[in-house]
């Protein structure tokens, strides 16, 4: 199943059979009654020590979270000391960012906001020719 959201509004993918013999499908998008896509928050500052589930569970305590993804570097796989935490309730999200934001975790003081989306176009910078 795919989601997509337009105009404020969340829709999901449907397949439907046009006919028995031909098994080719009609794709359409149907209304997932206007919720809208899970929060995303950025997490910086974090132990070199957490884990995904432990992130999840950090934030488990404020409402559902759908996923934690800790940001690792490419080559070493060590971690870069932020991560993005999904959560399925906007209200609960903001929850989640008022009363961990400052507060010390593993050692750390987080830095939690909410996450702000990358411009159309935007890419880690990749700088191979630093040297000339």
């Known amino acids: 199943m795919y989601y997509e959201k337009a105009n404020g509004k969340v829709f999901r993918q449907v397949c439907i059979p046009v006919s028995v013999k031909n098994p080719i499908h009609l794709i359409f998008a149907v209304s997932d009654k206007g919720q809208e896509m899970a929060k995303k928050i950025y997490v910086g500052n974090l132990s070199f020590r957490t884990d995904e589930s432990g992130l999840s569970e950090l934030f ?3 409402g559902e979270v759908v996923s934690a993804n800790i ?3 490419r080559e070493t796989g060590r971690s870069r000391g932020f991560a993005f ?3 399925a309730d ?3 999200a903001l929850e989640a960012i008022e009363a961990l ?3 010390e975790y593993e050692g750390r003081q987080l830095n939690i906001s909410e996450a702000r989306p ?3 176009g935007e890419r880690p910078r990749r700088d191979f020719n630093r040297y000339e």
Do not use: F, L, P
């Open 118 to 120: 990358r411009k159309d």
């Open 90 to 92: 906007d209200a609960q």
């Open 85 to 87: 935490v999904e959560m």
């Open 71 to 73: 940001i690792t570097d």
């Open 101 to 103: 934001n400052n507060q």
């Open 60 to 62: 488990a305590q404020y």
